[in-house]
């Protein structure tokens, strides 16, 4: 059954879903059944069992699916549900992770608060157990921890421009649409820009460290997507990030651009040197990330694994 697009509720819970059905089913399990929530999901041209999969399955009351005919990625959906929130925060989640067991009674005591956002501690888990810890929570769970252990300048802003993935936060709709911020709506990496300009424009951030959010990883998965289609649009949405953050003077936060340094040969010498070319018109910070050379094969291991890059369900 479809919720009423019109009935405020005081968070809408956003989740672009491609062919992932039975993840997406744990995913809802694990989002209180409450007036208080609006489910939305967006659709992205799943294969004909999958949409029949969402179209016979009896959804509750407060969940709505919206079904995208042309395949558009992740950003294109989130922009698609943004359009019909009627929350007053905004949470995000992918159809293969999970909230928290106790998620209504972690955020209900915020639903007040004066902040903008609101960032919470996140963990992740292999998906083959679902119990052993695995590595993509790390470096968010740290921005979070270093800002409620010491509220200095240096780690409010860390927290504000390094905790890209829109999930593990709540999200004021009012500054979205105040601002009219939206995600980019390319084959991967669209959410960088979404999350450093709500960060920029948030009056106010809060933190917590109790978690909130389970991303899942795949063990030893190498995303099949690596194409040089794929890669150029992550290549370009940091490129894009590292010109805002250079232009409201945040240089400092800028996202290391080695790794496409590193693996543009990939696609030939060409390739390359519009990389390097590219990255000197853009001013890019050559130095930033350059700790990670010793760990350089982890590095692309991670950066190619589709659960690493922030788009699972493109």
Known sequence: MASDLTVERKYSVIVPHKNSFHLLKRLLDSIPDSPDFQIIIIDD???????SNLQNHGFNDNVTVIYNSESGGAGKARNIALKHA?????????????????????????????ADIVY??????????????????????????????EASQDNEDAMRYYFNPPWGKLIRRKLVEDHNIKFEEILASNDIYFSITTGFHAKKVAATEEVLYTITVTEGSVSNSFSQEHFDARFQAVLKANDFLRAIGKNKYQKSVLYYIGRAYAFGWKYSLYVLQSIIKHRSNLFIGMEKIMGYRTMLSRRENPSFSGNKQA
């Open 45 to 51: 041209n799943s294969n004909i069992t999958e949409k």
């Open 86 to 114: 009627t929350g007053k925060w905004l949470l995000f989640a992918d159809a293969d992770d999970f909230f928290c067991e106790n998620m209504h009674s972690l955020i209900e005591p915020y639903y007040n608060e004066e």
């Open 120 to 149: 919470f501690g996140t963990t992740s888990v292999y998906s083959d157990n679902l119990t052993s810890t695995a590595f993509r929570h790390q470096r968010y769970l740290k921005l979070v921890t270093d800002y409620v252990h």
